[in-house]
């Protein structure tokens, strides 16, 4: 089976004091970027009109807003702002935390966490970080990636111990790294290509730190390299090198167990990894790539390999990157998405599958304030705190309740509360909303007739507003089961 290439930078959400000013900086940025995106109103998708019914299983968890957002090769997660985790898609290891090996096609939350802060995903195995800086871990453990000193699979969350103080996490698909508050890296699992970073090549079945690095504030993993960016914006890789994806304009066959500082960059704030290429962002908003390029993934117009960085034309204000196997993305301070490479599963969100070798602009979507990419599916967070999610879905893994793919983006999370449709017809009781559960369509209609007419033909439907005169005395409830997420 194959595992997920990419997992993209997790900037630590807490620091100490002697990395406040870093990340200040930082955090400056991205704030003033985000005042500025736009919100996508969920009336915009409805126009009381027929719309995909996918789009309304939003509504199922609105009234929180999305904080972060990960995903594994077929599986993946958010976290809410009230602290909730939430899981779905492929779970054959138990990946999703719900004590179960059952895949879900739809959001469920995971009931044994303490409240969350931060989580990342790999191929088989999760991660999140609790408020207190307690990391948990579970899924996949066949090279010891939970850091429990076994190699036996968990279904549910165990706490990592040997851990305080844990702000950021990044999972590879199968080894493990976690930064805590004084700046140190530490790592576990699978090390065949010397990804643990520790000068050997063997596996740890508990975390041990990084040596030599210190004032580390961020930390990526792909599935054979990590590389952690350290508070003076130094970038340092280490792993496999078989597509120059060091970025020392060297290529080779070998393992590299001890981090190397990446020479050719400074100001770094960001860094990802795909399958065989690199992406680092710099403090100027510039985006660099290297590493190997036969779907264009570098965005440099070319389809030719490039083992030494060298700098994206035509990208300017960048805040964030993303790798997918094949494929890239990144946030502009805007809000914008841009994305390039292949395209042959539908990560551009376009509705094609064109492939292309420079960023192209996806204006599907607007007040971008956060992307991943896993190999074959791609998820977004807007401004307003919901999320989207399109791609491959062979695995419930887009969570909007179908297996179905789909190449354009999907709002399975409503970030902002929901207003219920009010007709400004004085003379109509109800606003009646109907379903067809075998097309997945669903419109809005103030005619009872035709209601009940479309009931008849299959369609199911509910009284979901009325006219605007009868709202104070006759009152709508909205129910939520926080337990399923309905």
Request: hydrophobic share 35%.
């Amino acid at each position: 089976m194959r595992h997920r290439m990419q997992y993209a930078v997790r900037i630590a959400p807490i620091v100490r004091e002697r990395l406040s000013v870093f990340l200040a900086a930082m955090a400056a940025v991205a704030f003033c970027a985000f005042q500025s995106f736009a919100t996508v109103a969920l009336a915009d998708e409805m126009n009381m009109g027929v719309v995909n019914e996918r789009a309304l299983r939003a509504l199922a968890v609105s009234g929180q807003r999305v904080t972060q957002v990960s995903l594994g090769e077929d599986h993946s997660a958010a976290v809410t702002s009230d602290g909730s985790l939430w899981t779905w898609g492929h779970n054959r290891y138990g990946q999703l935390g719900d004590g179960t090996t059952t895949d879900s096609s739809t959001l469920r939350r995971v009931q044994s966490l303490p409240p969350v802060t931060a989580v990342s995903l790999g191929g088989g195995h999760s991660a999140a970080i609790d408020s207190d800086g307690s990391l948990w871990t579970w899924g996949y453990n066949f090279n010891g990636q939970l850091g429990d000193g076994t190699t036996v699979d968990s279904s549910t969350p165990k706490r990592v111990e040997g851990l305080t103080g844990v702000v950021a996490v990044s999972l590879g698909s199968w080894h493990s790294a976690a930064l805590t508050s004084d700046g140190s890296l530490w790592t576990w699992g699978e090390n065949i290509n010397g990804q643990l970073g520790d000068g050997t090549l063997d596996d740890r079945l508990t975390p041990r730190k990084v040596e030599g690095l210190t004032g580390v504030v961020a930390v990526s993993l792909d599935y054979r390299n990590s590389a952690a960016v350290t508070s003076d914006g130094s970038l340092w890789l280490w792993g496999s090198n078989d597509y120059g994806q060091l970025g020392d304009g060297t290529v080779d066959d070998l393992a590299h167990p001890v981090p190397k500082r990446v020479s050719s960059l400074s100001n770094v704030v960001a860094v990802s990894f795909g399958d065989g290429h690199s992406a680092a962002v710099t403090s100027d908003g510039s985006l660099w790539t290297w590493g190997v390029n036969s779907s264009g993934q570098l965005g440099d117009g070319t389809r030719k390999f490039n083992p030494v960085p060298r700098r994206v034309d035509g990208l300017s204000g960048v805040v964030s990157v993303s790798l997918g196997s094949s494929h890239s993305a990144a946030v502009t301070s805007d809000g914008s998405l841009w994305t390039w490479g292949n395209n042959s599963h539908g990560p551009y969100g376009d509705d094609t599958t064109s492939s292309y070798p420079v960023p192209k602009r996806f204006d599907g979507l607007s007040g971008v304030v956060a992307i991943d990419l896993s190999d074959f599916h791609s998820a977004a967070v807007t401004s307003d705190g919901s999320l989207w999610t399109w791609g491959a879905n062979s695995d419930g893994q887009l969570g909007d309740g179908t297996r179905r793919d789909s190449p354009t983006p999907v709002r399975i999370f409503a970030g902002e509360p929901v207003s219920v449709p009010v007709s400004p017809d004085p003379d109509v009781d109800y606003v009646y909303r109907l379903y067809n559960r075998w097309t997945y369509e669903h419109l809005y209609t103030t005619d009872p007739d035709e209601a009940t007419s479309l009931q008849a033909a299959g369609w199911t439907y509910e009284q979901v507003g009325w006219s605007a005169p009868k709202t104070s005395d006759r009152p709508i409830w909205r129910l939520y089961n926080q337990w399923t997420g309905e």
